[in-house]
């Protein structure tokens, strides 16, 4: 029979995973294909690791692999892609946000053979603070004007894919990852289901405000040269404007003879332009650093222990 992958990355999850499991292995009976697990605990300081070890003795498909520390969630959908073997390979996460129900039909999808993944998307954002809503929906308008790459709103990482395009997405080599660009970036036919979203079973999400922000900036700042371009137009912009203000004093100065006033608006200017100055040099450094960091070519992770070779 063929392998079905689920690369499950896990973060706390302690409460969460044996009711994840239980959920997809009623699912797989409806299915004709072998799911195989791959478990990627990302440096749980709950008991997660060891929740791990104990479903891994009951249930021969189970395989996890666990990090020296905490990396985060990128990392984990790496390392669980790198070790994934099967024909169809699926990421969800742990807490049940992502239905194991709409397996069946994905994989049904997928076998006709017309698409190489099958993606999904929540239709609404119920149970999600409002404001967090608002902020996705700007993040969602502004890198899709940005950046070439579009990105999906609502789109989840919850996605059914062919064995050639998990591929293409190892083939990509960078650190900084940020995988709902990189899905995207390879490109290969797509198709969504919808689906209302669902609270976590149990757990708390570990995402806060400010780690989704980062993360925002994290995906404009690696898919998009925009801020670099509208640095460059705010430097162009500022440039003009002080040099036709130049002028005007100039001028002024030579008409009425005015030495002392004008203190104050030499004073502004300087101000202005150095505000300028420091912003853009900001956006410079945003993508100095990534650079930075992609050439220590560290690994993205490292695996402390696992059940599977
Ligand atoms: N996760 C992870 N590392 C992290 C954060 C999250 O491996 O640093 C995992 C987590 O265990 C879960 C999935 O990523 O399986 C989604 O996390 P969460 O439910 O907290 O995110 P949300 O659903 O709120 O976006
Ligand atoms: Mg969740």
């Known amino acids: 029979m063929q392998e079905l992958s689920l690369v499950v990355p896990c973060f706390n999850e302690e409460k969460t995973l044996s009711f994840f499991i239980k959920e997809v292995e009623k699912v797989s009976e409806k299915m004709e294909v072998e799911i195989v697990y791959y478990l990627v605990n990302d440096g749980s300081t709950d008991q997660t690791l060891s929740v791990l070890r104990e479903l891994a003795q009951v249930n021969p498909r189970i395989r996890y692999l666990s990090f020296s520390r905490h990396f985060g969630k990128e990392a984990a959908l790496l390392a669980g892609l790198k070790a994934a073997k099967g024909e169809f390979v699926t990421v969800m996460d ?20 017309t ?73 290969f036919k797509i198709t969504y289901l919808s689906y209302e979203n669902y609270k976590r079973v149990a757990g708390e999400t570990s995402w806060s405000f400010w780690s989704l922000f980062k993360y925002s900036l994290e995906g404009i700042i690696n898919f998009s040269e925009a801020p670099l371009n509208i640095a460059t137009f705010i430097g162009i912009i500022s440039c003009l404007i002080s040099f036709f203000t130049m002028i005007y004093y100039f001028t002024i100065n030579l008409i009425w003879d005015n030495p002392v006033p004008g203190w104050t608006s030499t004073a502004c200017i300087i101000l202005f332009i150095g505000g300028l100055q420091l912003f853009c040099l900001g956006i410079i450094g945003k993508y100095l650093g990534k650079i930075f960091l992609e050439t220590k070519r560290r690994p993205v992770y490292l695996i402390k222990e696992k059940n599977f070779d």
């Open 94 to 113: 742990a807490d049940l946000q992502d239905p194991p129900d709409l397996l069946p039909e994905m994989f049904r999808l997928i076998c006709e053979g």
């Open 115 to 187: 698409y190489d993944v099958i993606g999904t998307r929540r239709s609404g954002r119920k149970g999600e603070p409002p404001i967090r809503s608002w902020f996705a929906e700007v993040f969602y308008k502004l890198i899709n004007n940005i950046s070439e790459t579009k990105m999906v709103d609502g789109a989840r990482d919850f996605r059914l894919m062919k064995r050639q395009v998990v591929d293409a997405i190892l083939e990509l080599k960078e650190i900084n990852r940020f995988s709902k660009g990189l899905f995207n970036w390879v490109g």
